[in-house]
């Protein structure tokens, strides 16, 4: 009976032995599982601490992108096409869920090539930039130097426009001591009433600037009503940008000294006494003039 109950004891003991030892183990596993569960929980928090920086990086990244400017549409286009890859990686990462140190760290090395990539654009959109102003500056210059190129050309034109008028001025002939009085067929000075031929005498003053050779000179006279007394009905010649009728005409050689000219209109009966004008032209020019009275 004794025995029995010896053999019952060691079982007891030995079964809370066991049962001690596994309470032991339990206690181990829990609390190595909890933290084992802390541990998880912590790098989880980690995770995604590092995957709200990267999504930060990403917007800050397209906004980097959007902030270059640039002329040229190949640049534009490769902008275009790397903020494509931006955004579609940044919807890759809404739909990460593997929560790995492995896929974060695929995402640094992309976005570190995106970074790599904007940083040479920077580069190449500042040396553009650089380039377009440097041009811009030559054009301005370049358009100053035209402008400056222009004016001078005006100005020289201006100057040989004045020096071409004084030229024409210096040379134009001089009529001077314009008389104009009715001749007998003898020449001789006489009256209205026995008037043949009006005369008119004048000096072409001395003037070396003056073209050589032969010239017309034409007389224009006006009668006291106003009307010119025409030597035909075909008798006109150019003055300026116009047509004039002329009374009588005069061929002469000049040739820079002075010269006593005198031209005749043979009286067509329609003179009457009044004041005359007597204007002189040559060559496009009015030389002389003076009036005259016919009593």
């Given at each position: 009976?004794?025995?029995?109950?010896?053999v019952?004891?060691?079982?007891?003991?030995?079964?809370?032995?066991?049962?001690?030892?596994?309470?032991?183990?339990?206690?181990i596993?829990?609390?190595?599982?909890?933290?084992?569960?802390?541990?998880?929980?912590?790098?989880?928090?980690?995770?995604?601490?590092?995957?709200?920086?990267?999504?930060?990086?990403?917007?800050?990244?397209s906004?980097?992108?959007?902030?270059?400017?640039?002329?040229?549409?190949?640049?534009?286009?490769?902008?275009a096409?790397?903020?494509?890859?931006?955004?579609?990686?940044?919807?890759?990462?809404?739909?990460f869920?593997n929560?790995?140190?492995?896929?974060?760290?695929?995402?640094?090395?992309?976005i570190?090539?995106?970074?790599?990539?904007?940083?040479?654009?920077?580069?190449?959109i500042?040396?553009?930039?650089?380039?377009?102003?440097?041009?811009?500056?030559?054009n301005?210059?370049?358009?100053?130097?035209?402008?400056?190129?222009?004016?001078?050309?005006?100005?020289?034109?201006?100057?040989?426009?004045?020096?071409?008028?004084?030229?024409?001025?210096?040379?134009?002939?001089?009529a001077?001591?314009?008389?104009?009085?009715?001749?007998?067929k003898?020449?001789?000075?006489?009256?209205?009433?026995?008037?043949?031929?009006?005369?008119?005498e004048?000096?072409?003053?001395?003037?070396?600037?003056?073209?050589?050779?032969?010239?017309?000179i034409?007389?224009?006279i006006?009668?006291?009503?106003?009307?010119?007394i025409?030597?035909s009905?075909?008798?006109?010649?150019k003055f300026?940008?116009?047509s004039?009728?002329y009374?009588?005409?005069?061929e002469?050689?000049?040739?820079?000294?002075?010269?006593d000219?005198?031209?005749?209109w043979?009286?067509?009966?329609?003179?009457?006494?009044?004041?005359?004008?007597?204007?002189?032209?040559?060559?496009?020019?009015?030389i002389?003039?003076?009036?005259?009275?016919?009593?």
């Amino acid at each position: 009976m004794e025995e029995k109950a010896t053999v019952k004891s060691k079982k007891d003991t030995t079964l809370w032995i066991v049962i001690g030892a596994l309470a032991v183990i339990l206690v181990i596993l829990s609390v190595f599982f909890l933290i084992e569960h802390k541990e998880n929980k912590a790098n989880m928090e980690a995770i995604m601490a590092e995957k709200e920086v990267l999504q930060q990086e990403l917007t800050d990244l397209s906004h980097d992108y959007d902030n270059l400017q640039t002329d040229n549409d190949t640049l534009n286009a490769k902008l275009a096409h790397e903020q494509e890859k931006i955004a579609e990686l940044m919807e890759r990462m809404k739909k990460f869920q593997n929560n790995s140190y492995a896929e974060i760290s695929r995402y640094k090395k992309e976005i570190g090539t995106l970074k790599s990539v904007l940083r040479s654009y920077v580069v190449q959109i500042d040396s553009l930039n650089q380039l377009n102003q440097k041009l811009l500056a030559e054009n301005t210059e370049v358009k100053k130097q035209m402008t400056w190129v222009r004016e001078r050309n005006k100005t020289l034109e201006q100057r040989t426009e004045e020096m071409a008028q004084t030229l024409e001025k210096a040379g134009t002939l001089n009529a001077e001591a314009i008389r104009v009085y009715p001749i007998n067929k003898r020449d001789k000075e006489t009256t209205l009433r026995k008037c043949y031929q009006l005369k008119t005498e004048f000096t072409l003053g001395r003037n070396v600037t003056a073209k050589r050779g032969a010239r017309t000179i034409y007389l224009r006279i006006i009668r006291p009503d106003g009307e010119v007394i025409a030597a035909s009905s075909k008798s006109f010649f150019k003055f300026q940008n116009t047509s004039l009728t002329y009374s009588a005409r005069r061929e002469i050689e000049y040739e820079g000294e002075r010269l006593d000219v005198a031209i005749y209109w043979p009286n067509d009966g329609s003179l009457s006494k009044g004041e005359y004008t007597a204007d002189l032209f040559c060559d496009n020019q009015q030389i002389g003039t003076t009036k005259f009275i016919l009593k």
